[in-house]
């Protein structure tokens, strides 16, 4: 088994929601770690990933492989059935996903200069706009964003004859968080190879 460090290089603004707003002045506050750093949420990389496998295993056409990209999504992230099923034959998966989170060199720079971490994040506002080109009443919305950076985070416990198939899939994922659609979140994910 062995584990694969990879890096989030943001080129885009991005927003991995908490949950939580400001009251009135935000509607969607990022999520932050203890620091009040911002990070993207083990699960969030887990689920992207898990996507990434079933679609490069739908659009195969060779049969064998697609029933490869089936062997490795049930072994990398497990087997859940739903309620709805008598089967109830749930499987968790043989990897864990970290969080992906800033370098600790930058982490200790931010966390020691109050003035840096203001700097990380930005407010945008976006309104709904009728037929008639005109806004809606009560339709503006603040989302609070993290400017472009780059994460770090990791999987471990990798069978080593399905390393190749994870980097494919983390290469495949080119968008992450909330607003894809309005161009937030664009990403290129990659093995990290150090310094």
């Not at 750093?37 to 697609?66: C, M, R, W």
Request: hydrophobic share 35%; proline share 2%; glycine share 8%.
């Amino acid at each position: 088994m062995s584990e694969l460090i990879y890096k989030i290089t943001f080129l885009s603004d991005w927003h991995c929601g908490s949950g939580l707003t400001s009251g009135s002045d935000i509607d969607a506050l990022v999520i932050k770690d203890e620091n009040d750093l911002p990070f993207v949420p083990g699960k969030t990389i887990k689920g992207l990933l898990k996507e990434a496998a079933y679609i490069l295993g739908e659009f195969s056409e060779d049969k064998k492989n697609k029933e490869d990209w089936n062997i490795f999504r049930k072994h990398i992230f497990g087997l859940q059935t739903t309620k709805l099923q008598d089967d109830n034959q749930s499987e968790p998966g043989a990897c864990f996903f970290s969080n992906a989170v800033l370098s600790d060199t930058l982490k200790n720079k931010i966390i020691e200069s109050i003035d840096l971490k203001s700097t990380l994040y930005r407010k945008i506002a976006s309104t709904q706009i009728d037929k008639n080109g005109i806004a809606e009443e009560k339709s503006l919305r603040k989302i609070e964003v993290v400017i472009p950076l780059e994460l770090y985070g990791q999987i471990t416990n990798i069978d080593e004859k399905y390393f190749d198939k994870m980097i494919m899939c983390l290469a495949y994922i080119k968008q992450l968080g909330s607003n894809r659609n309005r161009g937030l979140g664009r990403c290129i994910i990659s093995k990290w190879e150090g310094k």
